[in-house]
């Protein structure tokens, strides 16, 4: 950005990663997860964080809990686990739906972008008229390959002290 005006070459890199997440988010929801596993790097960090309660100062990530705490190869299980019976928190699989907004990040030269960006995830379970809904702020690196954007690291920060959902095993 110059003088408050954003580079065109800053608008395209925006642009190429908003599309990233969108696709990503699309494969998700589609219950594509093996297409998903093949948007990330082989190195990948994938974070979701406790959440704690703070007053006014203080971090809110607790610095020992984690709901995920995930790399490429348990990811991989993960995704292959989806497709046994053994997979009962998804069988039948949720119906999910991605909103990805608030995307914003740089600095824009380079190999890798650090984004940012908010989500609103819908989930819905069986034939339940109850559903769930998850904000969280997600933290990323996506990487520059011959292939495309990658996603690197992934550090989601949930709006929930407590997980609103009996079991999440689906991918934010």
């Not at 954003?6 to 599309?19: L, P, T």
Request: glycine share 10%; charged share 25%.
């Amino acid at each position: 950005m110059i003088n408050g005006v954003a580079r065109s070459e800053d608008i395209a890199a925006w642009f190429a990663c908003y599309q990233f997440l969108a696709f990503e988010a699309e494969c998700l929801d589609d219950n594509r997860v093996t297409d998903w596993l093949g948007l990330l790097t082989p190195d990948i960090t994938y974070d979701m964080p406790i959440m704690q309660t703070q007053r006014r100062t203080g971090d809110p990530i607790a610095p020992n809990g984690w709901h995920m705490k995930e790399t490429f190869g348990s990811l991989e299980s993960r995704v292959a686990r989806l497709g046994t019976n053994s997979a009962w928190g998804e069988d039948p699989p949720s119906r999910t739906r991605r909103l990805i907004g608030n995307v914003r990040g740089g600095p824009w030269g380079g190999a890798e972008f650090d984004v940012r960006s908010n989500l609103l995830l819908y989930l819905g379970r069986g034939d339940s008229v109850d559903s769930a809904v998850l904000g969280a702020e997600r933290r990323d690196v996506l990487r520059c390959t011959a292939d495309g954007l990658r996603l690197a690291r992934r550090t989601v920060l949930l709006s929930h002290t407590t997980l609103p959902v009996q079991s999440l095993g689906v991918f934010l």
